[in-house]
């Protein structure tokens, strides 16, 4: 499949996503995250459009935002970073979402109107052509999302456009610790699903100091990339948006045709031998910097 009919396919994926019934308000959903390192306090705090069950970890864990930084979420989907990026910066911060998909966005702006939050934009874009200003960000978050684009070198070089000097990047990707069996490579289903799209560890690191960032360190946090399959199995089926077929919306199909085919991925071969959540973390030179 080209590069360009890949991202069209996840486009499609996750606008059906977003279209559907799963939301924070789902223990299932709740779940995922928490396994990933969010806390109860910090899902408590999120509307019920923001969290989807699509996080891999929690970059925000990473970034130390401070008040009045400007921060930029690529790939924001519901807003469930942004809105917790947005207490952290204050009234004098700013925080950016970035998506491709109008229907992300759309969750995204509906939990804004919910928070109230007047220090929150959204913008639909792809990643790597922000709609950013040269030197004009302090810190750049994303969770589970440039694993999914083609061309991640790109994506880097746009970071480190829109850094001020001497900013940083928080990320929460997926990684390979080895190359893939050709059969996942090939698969549709592990492409959405954020698995043979990624990169191996190595080559993570290597990208960015490519594109110039320095103190890169790319981590594996051992957490279990099968908890996405929480929204596919037994353990959701309380829960009318997921296992009913009374009122089943395209979007709930979608996001159980999303998890179930990426489970059923994952059950082929032993993920855990092959793909890791990761954190990255990674300075732009200052000016004074030597």
Do not use: W
Request: aromatic share 6%.
């Amino acid at each position: 499949m080209s590069d360009r009919m890949n991202t069209k396919h996840v486009q499609t994926q996750y606008a059906g996503v977003a279209r559907g019934g799963l939301s924070n308000e789902s223990d299932s959903v709740r779940s995922i995250a928490s396994a990933f390192g969010y806390s109860q306090d910090e899902l408590n705090q999120l509307p019920a459009e923001a969290n989807m069950g699509l996080s891999c970890g929690n970059p925000l864990a990473l970034a130390g935002v401070r008040e009045g930084e400007v921060v930029v979420d690529l790939g924001c989907g519901g807003g469930m970073d942004v809105f917790l990026a947005a207490r952290k910066v204050g009234t004098s911060g700013r925080v950016i979402g970035i998506d491709m998909t109008a229907e992300m966005l759309e969750r995204g702006r509906a939990g804004q109107q919910k928070l109230g939050l007047t220090n929150v934009e959204f913008h639909q874009s792809t990643i790597d052509q922000l709609p950013l200003s040269d030197n004009s960000v302090d810190c750049v978050i994303s969770n589970c999302v440039i694993n999914l684009v083609p061309d991640k070198l790109a994506v880097f070089h746009e970071i480190m456009r829109v850094l001020k000097p001497g900013g940083r990047v928080a990320l929460s990707d997926i990684a390979l610790k080895q190359e893939l069996p050709d059969e996942v490579k090939q698969s549709v289903e592990a492409y959405v699903g954020y698995i043979s799209g990624a990169i191996l560890i190595d080559e993570y690191r290597r990208l960015l100091e490519q594109s110039g960032f320095f103190s890169v360190v790319v981590t594996d946090t051992g957490a279990d990339l099968n908890a996405y399959a929480m929204a596919s199995d037994g353990g959701c089926c309380d829960e009318v948006s997921c296992c009913s077929d009374v009122g089943e919306s395209a979007g709930d199909t979608e996001q159980k045709s999303l998890n179930a085919g990426l489970a059923s991925v994952m059950q082929s071969f032993d993920a855990y031998a092959y793909a890791a959540s990761v954190r990255v973390h990674a300075l732009k030179q200052s000016s004074t910097h030597v």
